[in-house]
């Protein structure tokens, strides 16, 4: 199953999504090696946001991933106050949508703008994604924190020296 | 100083030679190329650290501050990671993608393979 992280995240701004990428693809983002398998991203779960996720989305045989058996996204009246989080398998590989960060308060207000060729996208900032990776605390996410420490450490001191 | 390499070829001489090396204080190895009595000479010194790193070892910065020291000693490559901040943030994901793609065709011919 292929992973186009850059498809999926030009489909979900061109749905008029504001969201914050998050996880393993922001670790890279800020520089440190980590491969990851899916895309994260965190939104505010409300009705209009969920389905312009589905609608990002819907040509792509989405399914939650995470069911026994996967079912696919249809989007019920209740589903607008129960969901909390999509975890969704795509024709253009998982989409991880959150509507918190662990260990993160404001996730809009600790992002960053970053310009692409392929349009403009928030991450969360360095600080941030550090709390949150601690917060999750699994093992390969504490190994993320020391890389991330390391080069957060290091652009404290390119910051001093210009 | 230990002579561990001679050879003539024409009029130029290749010299390589363990040396101490009084101000670092470490061994080092140097090379020497001369052109006869009115030669002419490029001397490569290689320390220790050079060496070590050749041989695969990452070599702190000088100015590598307490994370970085630690991340460096729980295992970490920090090679890799000062190659990605040589990178824009669009050229890392970039990177990521590609490395992603390899990663998966392994991961899909690693299920034909047991498969089989």
Known sequence: MPQNDQ??????????????????????????????????????????????????????????????????????????????????QTDLGKLDCLSEVAGVGDFQERSVVASFTYGQFRFLDLEALIASKRAVGRERDLAAVRSLLAIKERNDQQKRRF | MNVVEWSSAGTARFVGFWAECPRAERRALALALGAG???????????????????????????????????????????????????????????????????????AAGEVHAAK
């Not at chain 1, 045989?61 to 989080?85: C, G, I, M, Y």
Request: hydrophobic share 50%.
């Open chain 1, 7 to 88: 498809a999926l995240l030009t489909r979900l701004k061109d749905s008029g999504l504001d969201f914050v990428v998050i996880g393993g693809v922001c670790v890279v983002f800020h520089g440190a090696p980590f491969a990851t398998f899916d895309l994260d991203i965190c939104c505010p779960f409300g009705e209009e946001n969920v389905r312009r996720i589905a609608s990002a989305v819907a040509d792509l045989h989405p399914a939650h991933r995470l069911t026994a058996n996967p079912l696919p996204l249809e989007l019920s009246q209740s589903a607008f106050v129960d969901l909390k989080n999509l975890y969704l």
């Open chain 2, 37 to 107: 009595a009115n030669c002419w000479y490029f001397v490569f010194v290689i320390d220790e650290l050079t060496l070590a790193q050749m041989n695969g070892q990452y070599a702190l910065p000088p100015d590598a501050g307490p994370a970085w020291r630690s991340a460096h000693e729980a295992g970490l490559d920090m090679s890799l990671i000062e190659a990605a901040l040589k990178l824009t943030p669009e050229e890392r994901l970039a990177e990521h993608q590609r490395i992603l793609d390899f990663l998966l065709e392994v991961q």
